[in-house]
């Protein structure tokens, strides 16, 4: 079955406390992005990427870090989260970027006290 | 700035009527529209999609209208049905080789029998 699965679907951190939410893809996809989703805001994109070794920000990076070491994973970095973190995230994945359908995972609610 | 806006949070339609989401935007470089759907607890997921050389695509029940001059998109939902009660979010793309994506803020659609 063709999926997007992140871990882990929920996590309760402390502010600066690392953490790493993963995001993995079965279907052979060279693109691949991060979201947040925050009430009144919609989806807001972190980071991308279009292939492996090569990333991109979108419109909030600020505070987070990612790396495509492989062309199935990309994880998701908070060095030293921070209680304005707490969100819902989203990976994605596509084959062709921004002309093509995106397929998401199912979230992880983050929450940082 | 919000370049991809959805005016309406919510949209209140009786089942076997016509449901009509809108979306504007305000970045003349857009040229690929897309639109997704979200349950709770749910990844978004695809809908349907427009390329800014044309002002119609149809999709069974649902089909997306561009209007360029007016920066403009809307989604028709032709029957409404309670299944499609869902957030509706439209997103615009530049294209090219990236997977860059501007998601407006959703609209939560309500289908009651």
């Known amino acids: 079955e063709a999926q997007v699965t992140q871990n882990p679907r929920y996590l309760i951190t402390v502010t600066g406390k690392k953490l790493t939410v993963t995001c993995s893809q079965n279907m052979n996809h060279e693109y691949m992005s991060w979201y947040r989703q925050d009430p009144g805001l919609g989806l807001r994109q972190i980071y991308y990427s279009m292939n492996v070794e090569v990333t991109d920000k979108g419109d909030v990076p600020e505070g987070y870090k990612v790396s495509r070491k492989e062309k199935r994973n990309f994880p998701l970095i908070l060095e030293s989260p921070s209680p304005n973190q707490t969100s819902l995230y989203f990976c994605?994945?596509?084959?062709?970027?921004?002309?093509?359908?995106?397929?998401f995972g199912q979230g992880t609610r983050l929450t940082v006290v | 700035d919000q370049q991809v806006k959805q005016n309406s949070p919510s949209l209140s339609v009786q089942e076997g009527r016509i449901s009509i989401l809108n979306c504007d935007y305000t970045?003349?470089?857009?040229?690929?529209f897309l639109w997704y759907k979200k349950y709770p607890a749910e990844g978004p997921t695809f809908l349907i999609s427009i390329s800014s050389i044309k002002d119609k695509n149809e999709d069974g029940r649902f089909t997306v209208f561009l209007n360029k001059s007016a920066k403009h998109l809307s989604l028709h939902i032709v029957p409404s049905q309670p299944g499609d009660s869902a957030v509706y979010f439209c997103?615009?793309?530049?294209?090219?080789?990236?997977?860059?994506?501007?998601f407006g803020t959703g609209t939560r659609l309500q289908v009651f029998p």
């Open positions: 997103a615009a793309s530049a294209g090219g080789n990236t997977d860059k994506l501007i």
């Open positions: 970045n003349s470089m857009f040229d690929y």
């Open positions: 994605a994945s596509s084959s062709g970027g921004g002309y093509t359908e995106a397929f």
